[in-house]
């Protein structure tokens, strides 16, 4: 069953019963709600007089979801995960922590050759020309010596859009504001699966920033950003440029159905919340050397 995603932008006070989340409001006419813990995979805390109970919070993260805080500019800032989330958690760490370097490089190939495309189905959606994508996918090489990942997102991120020398960055002009929203559900999707699975955020196959804590989340979600940028690109479609450039509850909402949209993993439809566990249980049978692939969503 696809777990519910929940976002609170206006002033309550959240805590718990009987296994629900119960959600009662500043204003007394307003009815309490409740929501079953277990159907719940991911929260969004957003305003800043939202008011918590540690008890909600114990039983929030006993049931893996993953908690999204937000800053004063409505943008997600902070992640709380469990620090037990598999019963089989420290030998998969061992097992996680003793892949090799052959192995980390071919899991790098592979996620770099399905982001790339990834992206180039995406581009030929939208009728954009996608054969130098295509050549550089089949080019990628055991860990992207070539980094054909940055030349393919140079092209990508010039083509996409209809935006005269659009760059891709945090602080960059508008839609950059909703992709960062977008990756940043992403990557709380991608965290909560692999703690699931046993593993380690920081520890990645590719990104390893000392100052990162999800270095393995941001190897893992890398082919799925192109759901989140076909999500945006549906947002540009169906807003004018003054609505869409405000981040306002109604243009959340569509970012907060990233998910449970559908994508195709392993020739079968799946919610990609569903989706990325099992793309992280694939990369767990990869380290201990079940399987040499690693499951990720194809677009189309």
């Known amino acids: ?24 409001y500043p204003d007394k006419e307003q009815e309490q709600k409740t929501v079953p813990i277990e159907d719940i995979g991911v929260v969004v805390l957003e305003n800043p007089q939202i008011t918590i109970t540690n008890a909600l919070l114990e039983k929030l993260t006993n049931n893996k979801v993953a908690i999204i805080t937000c800053s004063s500019n409505h943008l997600p800032i902070g992640l709380l995960l469990p620090l037990d989330g598999h019963s089989e958690q420290s030998e998969r760490y061992r097992v996680q922590l003793e892949a090799s370097l052959p192995l980390k490089k071919n899991l790098w190939q592979q996620t770099v050759q399905s982001k790339i495309l990834n992206q180039a189905q995406l581009l030929q959606q939208i009728n954009k020309p996608i054969d130098n994508m295509i050549y550089w996918a089949t080019k990628v090489t055991s860990g992207d010596k070539e980094n054909l990942e940055g030349r393919a997102a140079n092209y990508y991120w010039r083509t996409i859009f209809e935006i005269p020398d659009f760059t891709r960055r945090q602080d960059g002009e508008s839609p950059n504001h909703l992709l960062n929203y977008g990756y940043a559900i992403l990557r709380a999707i991608c965290a909560r699966a692999i703690v699931s699975s046993g593993m380690l955020t920081t520890l990645g196959i590719f990104h390893r920033n000392k100052y990162n804590a999800y270095c393995l989340a941001d190897d893992i979600m890398e082919p799925y950003r192109p759901f989140v940028d076909k999500v ?69």
């Open 232 to 300: 945006v690109l549906n947002i540009m479609e169906k807003y004018s440029k003054n609505e869409y450039e405000i981040l306002t509850t109604t243009i959340k909402a569509e970012l907060l159905q990233i998910p449970a949209m559908d994508v195709v993993i392993d020739d079968n439809k799946s919610p990609l919340m569903i989706a990325m566990s099992r793309t992280t249980s694939s990369l767990y049978d990869c380290y201990n050397g079940v399987s040499r692939k690693i499951l990720y969503p194809v677009y189309g």
């Open 1 to 24: 069953m696809i777990k519910r995603t929940l976002f609170f932008g206006n002033p309550v006070y959240l805590n718990t019963k009987n296994e629900q989340l119960v959600v009662n």
